[in-house]
C-alpha cells in the first residue's frame, strides 16, 4: 500500500469519501484515541486547571475529543475542508473551534495564545511537495516559525508523524531547531513494525531532555527468558532421519552382488551411532 502523502495534496486525498471512511473506522478511532493520550502525556500539562491547546491537523475531530475528555479547550486547523464538514456534523459532540488552514503557510493566531500544541499524523505531509512552488524545508521552517510565536512561552508541543526515511525525520528536527525550539525525537517501540510510532517532542527550555520512548519486549514477539538472556544460544540445525541397521546391510548386499571387495562384514555394531569425540 502506497503512502497517501505520495499520491498529492493533502485537501484532495482526504475528499468527503475519505473523510467519512477515516471517521467511521473503529480501528483507526482507537489508534488515534491512543496516539493523542500519548501526545498529551508528553505534553506535561499543568492539570490543575484547562488548557487551551492548538490541534494541527485536526482532521475530523477525533483527537479533538480526546483532549475535551481530558478537560481541555482546543483549537484545530486542517487542509481539509471535507474532514472539518465531517467534524461540524457532529458539531454537538464537539466543543472545540474549527479552522480552515494550510499549515505550511503558517498559523493564524495571536502571538503566545496556547498553552500547549498537539498534532497527530500530519507533519509528514510537509515533506511533500505538489507544485513547484512549495518547498518542503521553507513550508516546514515557516510553520515552526509561527508555532514558535503562537505558544506560551514554558509550552511544549508534540507532533506525531510518520517519516518515510531517517532524512525526513533529521529535516523536521534540524528545521525546529532552526527557528529556535529544544528537544528532539522521541520512538515508541522501536523494534516493532506495527506499534512503532515517532513524536517530536518541542520546548523553549534549551536545557529540556526529550523523554525516553515506551519499550515492550511484547512488541518483538521475541520472549527473553532471565535464565538465557546472557548466554550464548545455539542454534541446531535438523538433519534428515538417519540411515537404519536394515538399509545399510541392503547396502553392503548390492555390493556384494556387484563383486565389490573389502566390503565390511556384518556384526552387532552395524548400524549403532558412534559417541561423539568431543
Not at 529535516?171 to 529556535?180: P, Y
Request: proline share 3%.
Amino acid at each position: 500500500m502506497s503512502r497517501p502523502e505520495l499520491t498529492g495534496a493533502a485537501a484532495n486525498f482526504y475528499n468527503d469519501t475519505e473523510a467519512r471512511k477515516y471517521d467511521t473506522n473503529s480501528r483507526m478511532i482507537g489508534i488515534q484515541a491512543e496516539i493523542t493520550k500519548r501526545a498529551l502525556e508528553l505534553l506535561q500539562l499543568d492539570t490543575s486547571f484547562p488548557n487551551f491547546i492548538l490541534d494541527v491537523g485536526c482532521g475530523s475531530g477525533l483527537s479533538g475529543k480526546v483532549l475535551e475528555e481530558a478537560g481541555h479547550y482546543w483549537v484545530g486547523l486542517d487542509v481539509s475542508r471535507d474532514m472539518l464538514n465531517v467534524a461540524s456534523e457532529r458539531e454537538s459532540s464537539i466543543k472545540g473551534d474549527l479552522a480552515h488552514h494550510d499549515m505550511g503557510t503558517g498559523l493564524p493566531f495571536r502571538s503566545a495564545s496556547f498553552d500547549g500544541m498537539i498534532s497527530i499524523s500530519a507533519l509528514q505531509w510537509l515533506c511533500y511537495s505538489n507544485s513547484s512552488k512549495q518547498v518542503p524545508k521553507r513550508r516546514l521552517v515557516r510553520f515552526f516559525s509561527a508555532l514558535y510565536g503562537v505558544l506560551k512561552r514554558g509550552a511544549r508541543a508534540v507532533l506525531q508523524f510518520y517519516p518515510e526515511t531517517p532524512e525526513q525525520a533529521v529535516l523536521i528536527s534540524e528545521c525546529a531547531a532552526k527557528v529556535g525550539f529544544a528537544g528532539g525525537v522521541v520512538v515508541d517501540y522501536p523494534n516493532s513494525t506495527k506499534a512503532k510510532k515517532h513524536y517530536l517532542v518541542l520546548s523553549f527550555d534549551r536545557g529540556y531532555s526529550t523523554p525516553k520512548g515506551l519499550q515492550s519486549s511484547a512488541q518483538s514477539g521475541v520472549r527473553v527468558d532471565s535464565s538465557t538472556s546472557s548466554k550464548r544460544v545455539k542454534v541446531v540445525k535438523k538433519k534428515g532421519k538417519g540411515k537404519t541397521k536394515e538399509w545399510i546391510e541392503h547396502k553392503k548386499d548390492v555390493q556384494r552382488k556387484k563383486g565389490f571387495e573389502n566390503v565390511r562384514k556384518d556384526t552387532k555394531f552395524t548400524g549403532r551411532k558412534r559417541k561423539d569425540k568431543f
